[in-house]
């Protein structure tokens, strides 16, 4: 995903010595002169300012620490500006840190605890007394991407659903296994069989522009979202996430933003002929002997799917049960009357008729 600068801010750090907040670029505590520590981070300030390019000049990424005396150096420096020691090999600060958010709306006021002065967000004195003041509590806003992806469901929520569903589905599995035998007889059986009729009719759908079928009769299209792409494409707008600050490791961060394009696309309306269901016709019967019912076709008319439905009840005591022969061959030998061992699951189901000696 594209990442846009925005520009830079001056963070801040507070001091393990005396606990004064100091800007970024400060090298030594303002109040009490300690050098900052090696393992001291860099802060958000709660009032960030925006500038465009880099405010040191010389730039020379992150600070390095001096391995002697552990003072913050430039960089680009060469030898220690406190001890005058070798920099060479010096460790640099971590840098490339997300700090959070960058949110340019005015912040709350300070109270100052020694004297009760209200001062601005930005302060990290008080303007009456002098005293220190704290890190302002303020609620930082959400880092949020160009393009928010679905929310996805947690691990421990999916591996549960589907532990869920195996017991499920191996208990009604057992149910539809598990059968017992029956005997019972045939109380009655019906049948029925239809025939489609179809016809080429035109039909309405909608697709994009570039997949729409050779034979299509366009009705209308409008521009809809459709994709996301990293350039600028005719018909696309940029989309971008929320600011955020990159820690530099030199007392600055780098405001950057992530953006996408949101391409359009011609979304159409078309109709074309297609083959549709537009009649049935149907044969019934309480027999067993089914037949095809008589089919006549009109000019711009074929035949469509054939379907068949055999059902078979039979009786045992006050129990009756239900059973779909898959053939008529199967369906025919049911005559009224005769006995069968059904096969009965728990669900009351037959799942198999044997013929009874």
Not at 64 to 82: E, F, L, S, W
């Amino acid at each position: 995903m594209p990442q846009e600068e925005l520009g830079y801010v001056e963070l801040e750090w507070t001091c393990q010595n005396c606990g004064t907040r100091n800007p970024g670029s400060r090298k030594n505590c303002a109040s009490c002169g300690a050098a900052m520590h090696a393992q001291t981070q860099f802060e958000l300030p709660a009032q960030p300012e925006l500038v465009k390019d880099h405010p040191a000049a010389d730039a020379a990424g992150p600070d390095v620490a001096c391995p002697y005396c552990g003072t913050r150096n430039a960089g680009n420096a060469t030898v220690c500006k406190q001890c005058g020691g070798d920099l060479k090999g010096a460790q640099a600060r971590m840098a490339g840190g997300i700090l959070g958010a960058f949110d340019a709306a005015p912040q709350a006021a300070i109270q100052c605890a020694a004297c009760g002065t209200q001062n601005p967000a930005t302060a990290l004195k008080c303007s009456s007394c002098g005293a220190r003041l704290p890190r302002p509590k303020t609620q930082t806003a959400a880092v949020t991407p160009a393009a928010a992806p679905a929310p996805s469901i947690p691990r421990a929520w999916l591996i549960g659903g589907i532990a869920v569903a195996l017991v499920l589905c191996i208990g009604v599995m057992l149910l539809v296994f598990r059968t017992s035998d029956t005997r019972a007889t045939v109380n009655d059986v019906n049948w029925q069989r239809t025939i489609a009729i179809m016809a080429l009719m035109p039909v309405r759908d909608a697709t994009w522009q570039d997949q729409l079928p050779t034979d299509a009769n366009v009705l209308g299209c409008e521009l809809k979202d459709r994709r996301y792409s990293d350039v600028a494409e005719p018909n696309s707008k940029k989309i971008c996430g929320t600011p955020y600050v990159i820690d530099q490791g030199d007392g600055f961060g780098k405001t950057v933003q992530d953006c996408q394009y949101l391409v359009q696309a011609p979304y159409c309306t078309f109709t074309r002929l297609q083959w549709t269901v537009t009649d049935t016709v149907a044969a019934r019967g309480a027999d067993l002997n089914p037949y095809w019912p008589a089919l006549t076709l009109q000019d711009q008319q074929r035949e469509g799917n054939r379907a068949e439905d055999f059902r078979v009840e039979f009786v045992s005591g006050n129990q009756r049960y239900t059973y779909n022969p898959a053939t008529a061959q199967e369906f025919a030998k049911y005559q009224i009357g005769s006995q069968w061992i059904l096969k009965v699951n728990a669900l009351g189901s037959v799942v198999e008729a044997t013929r009874a000696e």
